[in-house]
C-alpha cells in the first residue's frame, strides 16, 4: 500500500509506512477488512499523533544494510575484473617476451619497436618487408610494468617512450626515442645511419604517385616497371631511357622494389594484373594505356617499332632536315663554315631512326642539317674519298661533319643523341 505522505510502497498488510511511520489508510483494503473484522487493532490509527510538517522517525537499518551489500559487490566485481585483466595482460606479456627473447638470440642486424603507434609500426613493417632486415613489435600497452622494466633495464634504455632499437646479435647498437611519423625522414636516416637500410632509398609514395600520374599522362610515355633492382634491369632502364630520350617520348622508371608486395600489387591491378610482376614495359598515349608488354626486349628497334605502330615517334624532327642535291652538296662542302650532312636511304630502318634524333639536335641548337639521298651510283663515295673521307664505301647512315672543301670527321651507323652532341661540340658545331 502506497503512503499518501512519502510514496513509498508499503506491504498489502501494513498499517503503519515502513519508511516514515506515517498511519496508512486501509478502509478501502478488502484484506485488512477481513484480517482485522470482530478484532482490536493493535494500534487506533486515531490516537496515533503526527506533528505537522515533521518527519517521523523510523528503523533504516535493513535498507543500511542492503546498500553497504551492494557497495561489497561493485568493490569484489572491480577486484575481480582488476586480476582478470591482469591474468589477460600477462598471458600477452609472456607471448611478447617469447617472441623478443627469440628475436634478440636470431637477429644478426635488426629493428625492434617499443611503443603503441600503429601507424608507425606498419611504416617500419613496409620498409621491413622490402629491404628484408629483421623487426619486432613490443606493443608496450599490452605488457606488464615488471616486463617493459625488465626489458628497459636489460637493454640500458634510459626510457621507453617510442623507442626504435638497432639490434645486432642480441646487443643494442643504437636507440631513437620519440619516434613518430612526422618525424619519419629521421628515422630514416637513423636506419642508414646504422647500416639497416641502403643509401639509395626511394620514398614509396612518390613511387606510387610517379606511377598513378604516367598512366593518365596526355603525352606519349613509355613506363618501365621494375619488381626488384637488378643489374640486368637497370642497363634495361639506361637502354629505353636513351631511346625516350632521343625521340622526346616521356619516360618513367618505377622502383617497385621500394614498394611492399601488396603495394605492387595495388599498382598492377590498374594495370588488370593479379599476380606480381617482375617487369613491365607500359605504353600510354593520350591518357590510355595503349599496349603493355611483359617480356621486356632490350633491342631499341624493337621500341621504335611499337611507338612508330601508335605514331608516337616525332616525325617533325626527321622533317627539320633539308634535302640537297649534289651540286647542292659540293657547294655545301666548299663553305668556310662548319656544316653537318647526313647520307642516308629512304629503304635504310636505321636512317629512319636517326633523322628524327639528328633533327632534334639541329632544332635545339638552330642549325641546319641536310640530308642527301644516296643512289646506287659511285660518284659520291669518289667525291668524299677525295676530300679526306676515310670510311670507305658510304653505307647509310653516315654523318659527316665539313668545313672549306675538308671532311673534318664523320660517324656511321645509328647513333643516340648524347654520343652526337658530344661529337659536335668536340668540332665546334654547337657549343
Known sequence: ????????????????????????????????????????RAIDIDEIDIPENQEAIFDDTKKKISNILVVLLLIGSALLLAILFGIIKDFRSRDIINQYNKFMTESDLGVLY????????????????????????????????????????????????????????????????DCSLTEKEELISFLQKNKVLPNDIGDPNEVIKKFE??????????????????DNYDKKNKKISSFCENYSIDYKYIEGYYLTDNQNLSLL?????????????????????????????????????????????DESSSKSLKNINFNELKNIILMPTKNVIVFGRDDCPYCERLNPIIG????????????YKLDNSNTVDDYLLSIGYKGGKLTPPVIIVTENNHVLDY?????????????????????
Do not use: W
Not at 598512366?215 to 626488384?228: A, C, D, F, L, M
Open 360 to 371: 632534334k639536335v639541329g632544332i635545339q641548337n638552330n642549325i641546319t642539317i641536310y640530308y
Open 269 to 313: 591491378k590498374k594495370l588488370n594484373y593479379n599476380e606480381l610482376q617482375e617487369e613491365l614495359l607500359i605504353v600510354v598515349d593520350e591518357e590510355k594505356i595503349v599496349q603493355v608488354i611483359e617480356d621486356v626486349n632490350p633491342d631499341s628497334e624493337n621500341y621504335f617499332k611499337i611507338m612508330s605502330s601508335y605514331g608516337i615517334i
Open 411 to 431: 660517324m656511321i651507323g645509328l647513333t643516340d643523341k648524347e654520343l652526337i652532341d658530344q661529337k659536335f661540340k668536340e668540332l665546334g658545331v654547337i657549343s
Open 114 to 177: 617499443l611503443g603503441s603507434d600503429s601507424e608507425l609500426n606498419n611504416f617500419i613493417t613496409d620498409y621491413s618487408s622490402v629491404y628484408n632486415f629483421p623487426y619486432l613489435f613490443v606493443d608496450t600497452e599490452n605488457i606488464t610494468a615488471f616486463k617493459r622494466n625488465r626489458i628497459k633495464k636489460e637493454l640500458k634504455l634510459s626510457k621507453i617512450k617510442s623507442t626504435v632499437v638497432i639490434i645486432s646479435k642480441g646487443k643494442k647498437i643504437a636507440e631513437m626515442d
Open 1 to 40: 500500500m502506497r503512503c499518501e505522505k512519502c510514496g513509498y510502497v508499503n506491504s498489502e498488510y501494513d498499517i503503519i509506512c515502513e519508511k516514515c511511520g506515517s498511519p496508512l489508510k486501509i478502509e478501502d483494503n478488502i484484506e485488512l477488512q477481513k484480517k482485522y473484522n470482530h478484532k482490536q
Open 213 to 230: 600520374t604516367a598512366i593518365t599522362s596526355k603525352e606519349p610515355t613509355i613506363i618501365y616497371y621494375v619488381h626488384k633492382k637488378t
